[in-house]
């Protein structure tokens, strides 16, 4: 269908399902939703029902808004708020979402903000116009929303024209003729970093993940000077299944280079990519070295985000409809899911993930509609990659602190900023709390207190105990007084001169560089001390060197190299992984619903991918694959 038929179609649909007394001023298409304006309060306050038998009739996400005649500007809006809510409800933001007329309201007391029966709320949209949506204020302040919030307030009405450009390339006419599904492998096949491909079919191309791989000096790029790949703007879209800079460590450089379309993730992952790749641009700096693009870059990639909770639907281009399921990996890590050509084929690829229950997260989702291939991750399918599980490796990291602690030692754990760390901290905030452990200050240096800070903001995406934890009995972990923030130099320095026995989070997690180094300076000569490593150390990173009994590091201080003899206790606790083992991966294929009949290999040693493959085709009689990189695989 193209532009005018989907624009026809809509006004058809919704002329027959909104009833008669309701103006309807406006239908359009915004990138891939279909927007209905409305000069009847009524319908847009309460309209979830009709949005919900639009969308259904129409397979397409639609949202009802406001006529821009009823909206007040956003300043005068602001001042009628804050005359009608109660100075009890203590608000701390205002957010104007002018694509959705939806002003959000966080407040410290939500309560006094909604009223009895919803009455200030209501009054506030007679008021304004604008549809209030109030929120609890989230208990840390995360820098990074807000600065992604107050760019996208700033720039809404060059978003929405992006958005209505978007809509008619998504919908325009299609060429027909022959239908076919390829998959082009250009990085992260049969290797672990950057990983990157083209989802290619006789309409549409996509490009799923952009990402660097960083464990050597030089970082090395993804092969996208193919014809594949270029000119830039033939594709319809670049998919990214997790913040994790292997997987997206690139995609500004993209927009640096004339890229102009959108990119799809979940919100958590456009705020954590946010933040690792201004890290990352920081970090090259620091090393003298140029990244290949910068923070502007960062800016265009948000401007163009679209993102997509947890199973919502939307079509990314005239053939392809993309929906998001957890993964299980890290916050906001997703399995995609293609739906090609109206029932022509299915695919998804799992992108990182972990398919058992974490202490963050539920396990990855294996029921989809329809599934004919699957791409699946394999850093972990090797003969020999078992793990212990979770409660064995929190049992493990309990008992190694305890000893470290009772003999007055400290403990240095280094740590990636996004995933890891938070899952150690609740693991340690238990232990504490449940006194398996002395009491002990959990020190947090690096990006991690700003990297929690966006997992206290997006509670919906952590595991349902977490929820429940947190908003049912109000126990939000990640706010115990436990934990401290190391924020300067000087704290950092007057922490590695205290003699008091502590638990220290570091970055970074394989400690090429950030200020784990600054711990092992000045704690690693001290035998009473332990190094405790809980995440993967890729080949030659200085962790995976002294997991293999190096035992002395060149360091630099004050500007000149010293040489650390490591005295120190090292050990290494399995099983926290945010990566399945290669029981679980094959448990998860075991699980799927309904079962593919392909399946490619990817993200994993060559080794790894191509034992995984075997066992796979071995065990469940599946088509398996695992493609070099350059390869292009037809799936149908
Ligand atoms: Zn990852």
């Not at 000096?217 to 193919?226: A, G, N, Q, S, T």
Request: some cysteine.
């Amino acid at each position: 269908m193209g532009y005018d038929d989907v624009l026809e179609k809509a006004n058809e649909v919704v002329k027959k399902i909104v009833p008669q007394e309701h103006v309807i001023t406006q239908i359009l298409l915004e990138g891939p939703t279909v927007c209905i304006y409305t000069k009847s309060m009524d319908l847009f306050a309460s309209g979830s029902d009709i949005v919900k038998q639009i969308a259904q009739t129409l397979h397409k996400r639609v949202s009802i808004r406001p006529d821009p005649s009823l909206l007040t500007s956003p300043k005068e809006a602001e001042e009628k708020i804050r005359q009608i809510v109660p100075e009890e409800a203590k608000i701390t933001d205002l957010f104007f979402d002018e694509e959705q007329g939806e002003v959000t309201i966080e407040a410290l007391s939500p309560g006094y903000a909604i009223g009895k029966e919803g009455e200030v709320q209501n009054e506030i949209k007679r008021k304004i116009g604008w549809s209030p949506k109030v929120i609890r204020a989230p208990p840390t302040a995360s820098k990074v929303i807000n600065e992604a919030r107050e760019y996208l307030r700033m720039i809404s009405s060059e978003r929405r024209e992006f958005l209505i450009k978007l809509g008619r390339k998504i919908c325009r006419d299609v060429r027909g003729g022959e239908q076919f599904v390829r998959v082009t492998a250009l990085g992260g096949f049969r290797e672990v970093g950057r990983s990157c491909m083209i989802l290619s079919t006789n309409e549409s191309k996509v490009l799923i993940e952009c990402g660097l791989a960083m464990e050597s000096e030089d970082i090395k790029l993804p092969y996208l000077k193919v014809p594949e790949v270029l000119p830039l703007e033939q594709l319809d879209g670049i998919i990214i299944t997790h913040a994790h800079l292997d997987h997206c460590g690139l995609l500004p450089a993209l927009y640096k280079y004339g890229y102009d379309g959108p990119t799809y993730c979940t919100p958590p992952t456009r705020d954590l990519m946010a933040l690792l790749l201004l890290d990352y641009i920081k970090v090259s700096h620091s090393e003298g070295k140029k990244p290949p693009f910068e923070s502007k870059h960062i800016r265009e990639m948000i401007k163009r985000c679209i993102t997509l909770k947890y199973g919502e639907t939307t079509d990314i281009s005239p053939d392809t409809r993309l929906t998001f399921q957890n993964a299980g990996h890290i916050l906001g890590s997703s399995i995609a899911h293609f739906h090609i050509g109206d029932g022509f084929y299915n695919i998804a690829f799992t992108g990182d993930m972990k398919y058992e229950r974490t202490w963050l997260f539920n396990a990855a989702v294996n029921k989809f509609p329809r599934l004919e291939s699957l791409i699946i991750e394999s850093t972990y399918g090797g003969y020999h990659d078992i793990q212990p599980s979770r409660q064995d490796a929190s049992d493990a990291l309990q008992q190694i602190i305890s000893q470290v602690l009772e003999r007055h030692g400290k403990v240095i754990i280094p740590v990636f900023a996004v995933g890891r760390s938070q899952e150690v901290m609740l693991v340690l905030e238990n232990a504490i709390r449940t006194q398996r452990i002395p009491p002990s200050t959990i020190y947090l240096d690096g990006m991690i207190w700003e990297a929690t800070a966006i997992h206290t903001a997006y509670p919906e995406f952590l595991n349902s105990y977490l929820r429940t934890q947190i908003f049912q009995m109000n126990q939000n972990p990640f706010l115990s007084d436990l934990f401290k923030r190391v924020d300067s130099y000087e704290m950092r320095q007057k922490l590695c001169d205290s003699s008091e026995p502590c638990i220290v989070l570091a970055t970074s997690g394989m400690m090429n560089a950030g200020p784990v180094l600054e711990y092992v300076k000045a704690w690693g000569r001290d035998p009473n001390n332990a190094l405790v490593f809980v995440g993967f150390q890729a080949e030659g990173t200085a962790g995976r060197r002294i997991q293999r009994g190096l035992r002395e590091m060149v360091l630099v201080d004050k500007g000149n190299p010293v040489k650390i003899p490591l005295n120190m206790e090292v050990v290494t606790c399995d099983g926290f992984s945010g990566h399945s083992d290669r029981m679980q991966l094959l448990n998860y294929i075991s699980s799927l619903d309904p079962k593919p009949e392909k399946v490619i290999v990817v993200h994993g040693e060559d080794g790894r991918c191509r034992e995984l493959a075997s066992a796979l085709h071995k065990k469940f009689g599946l088509e398996t694959m695992s493609p070099q990189n350059l390869e292009t695989v037809r799936v149908r």
